[in-house]
């Protein structure tokens, strides 16, 4: 079976930092894109940032761009999304998930598995 696992979620103050990590099992995780996505109380789950398989091409939401950086560690099957600077409007439960082609998607449709969440919060 297919797991994603994050974790690294948790309460920090807006300028720090955090970084999350998501630990995959049960595909070939150098096959495929992965990304991590995010969802704020009352609205709808956002793409946060993908990365192909080979990681060398990544995409950012416009928001997150130059604070975030997304990366993945082939030997460990595990993704990172390195947060820094932090801001109130950041807070959201962080998703990973697995595309269903090698490229970094940009959309939900993309997504063919998801994993569970980890909750960020951004206190001002």
């Known amino acids: 079976d297919v797991q994603l696992q994050a974790s690294g979620g948790g309460l920090v103050q807006a300028g720090g930092s955090l970084r999350l990590s998501c630990a995959a099992s049960g595909f070939s995780f150098d096959d495929y894109g992965i990304g991590w996505f995010r969802q704020a109380p009352g609205k709808e789950r956002e793409v946060v940032a993908s990365?192909?398989?080979?990681?060398?091409?990544?995409n950012y939401a416009d928001s997150v761009r130059g604070r975030f950086t997304i990366s993945r560690a082939h030997a460990r099957s595990t993704m990172y999304l390195q947060m820094n600077n932090l801001k109130p409007e950041d807070t959201a439960v962080y998703y990973c998930?697995?595309?269903?082609?090698?490229?970094?998607?940009?959309?939900?449709?993309?997504?063919?598995?998801w994993g569970q969440g980890t909750l960020v919060t951004v206190s001002s």
């Open positions: 990365i192909n398989w080979r990681g060398s091409n990544t």
């Open positions: 998930a697995q595309f269903r082609t090698p490229e970094a998607a940009t959309s939900l449709r993309g997504v063919h598995y």
